[in-house]
């Protein structure tokens, strides 16, 4: 198995040192030690972090994808079955954040439109605050369709 230095990661990654510090320390990487006491990741290690980076341009959170990647070998490579789940339940996760996103647009779209900018006060979406009885928060992009 390849062994690699924290600055070779980071160079291959395209991100800082402090970044793969930062990852280790969340659970997301792991490395060993050699004999001088200095950090040593596997060759796998790079594919981790270009998922970190891809899931994060996603919307994935950080905590998100170590609950993924808790499932995964921490000093290996995948195996291809696991990656399968591993994208599976990703591709579940991004198209309900796609379906609210689109709901988010259309929302805004009208609510933009009509020129009240209240969502308190507004008579298409919440006349007398009749909203408040679902709950906290925007309830409208919550709701499942």
């Not at 970044?19 to 790079?46: D, M, P, V």
């Not at 998100?64 to 399968?84: G, M, N």
């Not at 647009?105 to 009509?114: E, N």
Request: positive net charge; aromatic residues 6%; hydrophobic residues 35%.
């Amino acid at each position: 198995m390849t062994h690699l230095s924290v600055g070779k990661v980071a160079q291959r990654c395209g991100v800082n040192v402090s970044t793969l510090h930062f990852y280790e320390k969340k659970g997301l990487i792991f490395s060993s030690r050699n004999a001088g006491n200095q950090r040593r990741y596997a060759s796998s290690t790079i594919r981790r972090v270009s998922l970190i980076k891809a899931a994060q341009q996603l919307g994935i959170s950080l905590e998100e994808i170590r609950q993924v990647f808790d499932q995964l070998p921490k000093f290996a490579a995948p195996s291809q079955h696991q990656w399968q789940l591993m994208a599976s339940n990703w591709q579940r996760q991004l198209e309900v954040r796609i379906s609210q996103l689109q709901t988010l647009k259309t929302s805004l779209t009208g609510c933009i439109g009509c020129g009240c900018l209240s969502m308190q006060s507004c008579p298409l979406y919440n006349a007398k605050d009749k909203l408040a009885a679902e709950g906290p928060g925007p309830v409208l992009l919550q709701r499942k369709y």
